[in-house]
């Protein structure tokens, strides 16, 4: 049953398709070529015009060009002074480097000079006070060996003298 619905249906709509297509009135010749003369005009209107927007777009173009070139050479030129300063700014710290280096050569300088001449009052009296320890030294050697020969009489008399054996004693001598 669905199958002889649908079968209708299609034939319907088959039928009103069919009817409606409308025939389309005769056109003479002489009609087709006012029409191709009319669109031919309008070709050349519309040629014109498009060449007068062809030109005003170029005429556009080129000042928008003039205009970016403008833009390029004054940001080239800007960034050519930013150059310029950053050079000036570079000789400047390079300068001032040299001038802290060389500074510092200076006080190196300086404390090499003041060392040599701070040790060399400083050697001198070392080699006073050697002389002077020198000499005490062998001062002292003959004065404790003149205690000693001095010491060796004063034990040998206190065997003979009681009296300086006692007081030997007490010193811690004897």
């Known amino acids: 049953m669905r199958q002889i619905v649908f079968m209708m249906l299609l034939s319907l709509v088959m039928t009103l398709t069919a009817s409606a297509v409308d025939v389309a009135p005769r056109i003479s010749d002489r ?23 062809r030109a005003e777009m170029n005429a ?5 060009q003039k205009e970016i070139n403008g833009l390029r050479s004054e940001m080239n030129n800007r960034f050519d002074d930013m150059q310029k300063q950053m050079d000036r700014t570079t000789l ?3 300068t001032l480097f040299a001038a802290q280096i060389s500074l510092m050569g200076v006080l190196i300088g300086f404390v090499v000079w003041d060392r040599r001449t701070m040790v060399k009052p400083l050697e001198i009296g070392l080699q006073n006070l050697n ?11 003959e004065e404790s060996s ?11 008399m206190a065997k003979f003298d009681v009296r300086l054996a006692d007081i030997l004693r007490a010193k811690h001598l004897l």
Do not use: H, P, W, Y
């Not at 031919?40 to 209107?45: A, D, I, M, P, W």
């Open 60 to 64: 556009r173009f080129d000042a928008q």
């Open 31 to 53: 009609e087709i070529i006012e029409s191709l003369a009319e669109i031919k005009g309008e070709q050349k209107t519309l040629r014109a015009e498009m060449n007068g927007l």
């Open 146 to 156: 003149l205690f000693a020969s001095v010491l060796e009489v004063f034990r040998e």
């Open 92 to 94: 400047i710290m390079v």
């Open 131 to 141: 002389a002077e320890f020198a000499r005490d030294r062998t001062q002292r050697v």
